[in-house]
């Protein structure tokens, strides 16, 4: 199985600053990554996809970027955070074949002040 | 957009009782998946189901699926304090290499001991 790393766990924020989470995935090669926002209460919303090193997809408009500079890494950023970026933010790692499942981070609870 | 509607939005039971959960779901689907998320946690996977399957089992789990309905639904047996978690379904589309999975909003399951 798959053995997703997401840091930091918590991080509070000034509006304006920048962004950097970081997701490692150990135990596969070449999977499919994603970066996925949850709002209190609520399902998760797939912000960013990856299917290969240098290849991002963007699900939804925002203030938000994402990159994956080598196989196994994917990075979320943003140059300037807002208030309206605050949330519970997941990391996934899928191998290719539809016919597995998905292994998450445990997650950063980012609140922007 | 989000695909899986689960219901109940919130469910609350003694232990040693059964917990059902629905989710409906709009397109076509190569399978559908239940996933478990602890308080502020990752998800877990718990268990999927191929599109061409109608019930499953695994331990004190059991899903069904209704492709004609567009629906499926997990049922825990003799539930436990520790069963005490937000349950989501998820789905991905047939004919993608994204393997994009999208979740629905959850059902939250208390468990009083």
């Known amino acids: 199985s798959q053995t997703i790393h997401q840091w930091p766990a918590t991080l509070v924020q000034p509006v304006g600053s920048p962004l950097s989470l970081e997701c490692t995935v150990e135990?596969?090669?070449?999977?499919?990554l994603y970066w996925y926002r949850q709002a209190a209460g609520r399902g998760l919303q797939l912000l960013f996809y990856?299917?290969?090193?240098?290849?991002i997809s963007s699900e939804v408009p925002q203030n938000l970027s994402a990159s994956r500079p080598q196989d196994r890494q994917f990075i979320l950023s943003s140059k300037k955070l807002l208030l309206s970026d605050s949330g519970f933010y997941l990391c996934?790692?899928?191998?290719?074949?539809?016919?597995?499942?998905?292994?998450f981070g445990q997650g950063t609870r980012l609140t922007v002040v | 957009s989000q695909q899986g509607e689960e219901d109940p939005q919130a469910l609350s039971i003694q232990e040693g009782e059964n917990a059902t959960m629905n989710c409906s779901y709009k397109?076509?689907?190569?399978?559908l998946q239940w996933y478990r998320q602890n308080s502020g946690r990752g998800l877990v996977h718990l268990i999927l189901i191929r599109s061409n399957e109608r019930e499953k089992h695994s331990g004190r789990l059991r899903v069904t699926l209704d492709t004609s309905k567009k629906s499926s639904s997990l049922l825990i047996t003799a539930s436990r304090a520790a069963d005490t978690a937000s349950y989501f379904c998820?789905?991905?589309?047939?004919?993608?290499?994204?393997?994009?999975?999208?979740f629905g909003q959850g059902t939250t399951l208390q468990v009083k001991p």
């Open positions: 996934a790692s899928r191998r290719e074949s539809a016919t597995y499942e998905a292994f």
């Open positions: 998820a789905t991905d589309t047939p004919r993608s290499n994204t393997g994009k999975l999208i």
């Open positions: 990856s299917v290969g090193i240098g290849q």
């Open positions: 135990g596969t090669s070449n999977p499919n």
């Open positions: 397109t076509s689907i190569n399978n």
